[in-house]
């Protein structure tokens, strides 16, 4: 049975490429594995092209792939590779696919002299873009317009589950500042649990759809996990790596005010994980958030780079990943959040989530901590994000949502400079002196 093709938001950002862009540039989709990327290449060009050509760089000939180690006469390379695939390619009118293009480095050279001679457009995907060893001896194409994929957000899950009307619904609470009443908001929430659950991979979402089996997803979830895993060894071959993408859920469990890095393996330094932090972040699958050592407009300029919090990029995955050791019976995550009990210990899965919407909305990461005056106490704020000339500070609750202790200290400390605040938490919309309570459905939508 072929994979259903979900809606993307990210059509509309590839149609503008294709409109504006394709002339000049070939279009990068990058984003982690599984996230359905090749999916939204191929529906895009069946859909807006007349005819396309996908090479899976992971799984074609030989013959396919020793094409590009001449493409000076490129009558012939085109010749050959209509020959190869049966595909007849029309001038201006159809468009190749690179899939997983980093495996093969030589096409991805190649892109710089395929643009230029114009005659077809270009899409790769990839994943695992940067790790040296596929880019050390080539040269990285100029001609490339890069945009990235993430999970499936919450609207996104919203219409894969046949919803087209909730969406609408928060927009207009969310326009006229306004609660959802008991009823509406139950039903909001009970569909943001399931969607924390689930998470955005399309392939686990696929499953629910399937079999409407929360063990069965957490199975598939379970593969990408391990496919994750594997990947992380091309990075490091020690498993360092899987060690510090695994203690995720450790390290945001115990409240500390940076990834603790003794969770993923005992004695180790802030060095060894300098320079693995970046491969890990082009692989798309974590988000970091860094300490603001001047929260601002500018907090990109004055970060602390040894100072961060790491979160998976898709909530379902750090569910399971929660529980990774364990049996499915054992990951207590599943029945608290879909009876709402989840303890306040357990708050760090709304943490994940919230941080996961803040990046697919286009936002970078960070937070704020202060020392308390009368002991060894840290306020802290969860996430900082500007808007205009102000910075927007958030607190997240999953238990008591009347106690934001932090909040106020920090907006006092730095009352010039603050916008808007929000306390994001389980309850129904509200404002009250100067904060928004917002439910935690509404963050993707703000």
Not at 58 to 65: D, Q
Not at 313 to 341: C, H, P, W
């Amino acid at each position: 049975m072929k994979n259903p093709v979900f809606k993307r938001k990210i059509y509309n950002e590839i149609l503008e490429w294709k409109k504006n862009r394709s002339d000049k540039y070939a279009l990068l989709i990058r984003g982690a594995r599984r996230v359905g990327k090749s999916t939204i290449a191929e529906d895009f060009a069946k859909r807006e092209f007349k005819s396309f050509i996908m090479i899976d760089f992971a799984h074609t000939s030989k013959a396919i792939k020793d094409l590009f180690d001449d493409t000076y006469d490129l009558d012939f390379f085109f010749l050959q590779l209509q020959q190869l695939t049966g595909t007849k390619l029309y001038e201006h009118e159809s468009v190749i696919i690179f899939d997983e293009v980093q495996l093969l480095p030589k096409a991805r050279q190649a892109i710089k002299y395929l643009v230029a001679d114009g005659r077809y457009k270009y899409i790769e995907t990839g994943s695992l873009i940067s790790i040296r060893k596929n880019t050390k001896d080539i040269l990285i194409p100029s001609e490339e317009h890069k945009i990235s994929m993430y999970p499936m957000d919450f609207e996104e899950f919203l219409w894969a589950i046949g919803d087209r009307i909730s969406a609408e619904t928060i927009k207009m609470l969310i326009k006229k500042k306004q609660p959802a009443g008991n009823a509406i908001h139950r039903n909001l929430m009970r569909k943001f649990r399931l969607y924390m659950l689930i998470g955005g991979m399309p392939q686990a979402i696929e499953t629910y759809l399937e079999q409407n089996n929360l063990q069965a997803v957490d199975e598939t979830k379970r593969d990408i996990v391990d496919l994750y895993e594997e990947d992380f060894t091309k990075i490091d071959a020690s498993g360092l790596t899987a060690e510090i993408y695994d203690a995720i859920p450790a390290s945001l469990s115990g409240n500390a005010s940076r990834y603790v890095l003794s969770n993923a393996r005992e004695g180790m330094r802030s060095e060894q994980i300098r320079n693995l932090l970046p491969e890990m972040l082009s692989s798309y699958t974590v988000n970091i958030a860094y300490h603001a050592n001047n929260p601002g407009v500018g907090m990109a300029l004055e970060k602390d780079m040894g100072r961060y919090k790491l979160f998976t990029s898709d909530v379902g995955l750090f569910v399971t990943l929660a529980f990774k050791d364990k049996n499915y019976t054992e990951n207590t995550i599943y029945n608290k959040l879909l009876s709402d009990k989840l303890e306040a210990n357990l708050g760090y899965v709304y943490e994940n989530v919230v941080a996961q919407m803040l990046v697919a909305k286009g936002n970078n990461l960070f937070y704020y901590t202060m020392a308390s005056d009368s002991s060894n106490h840290l306020y802290e704020i969860d996430f900082l994000t500007s808007v205009g000339n102000k910075i927007c500070p958030i607190e997240v609750k999953s238990g008591n949502y009347r106690g934001h202790k932090s909040l106020d200290i920090f907006c006092e400390k730095f009352s010039s400079r603050i916008g808007e605040k929000y306390v994001v938490h389980t309850k129904d919309y509200k404002r009250e002196n100067g904060i928004n309570y917002i439910p935690v459905y509404m963050v993707p939508f703000l």
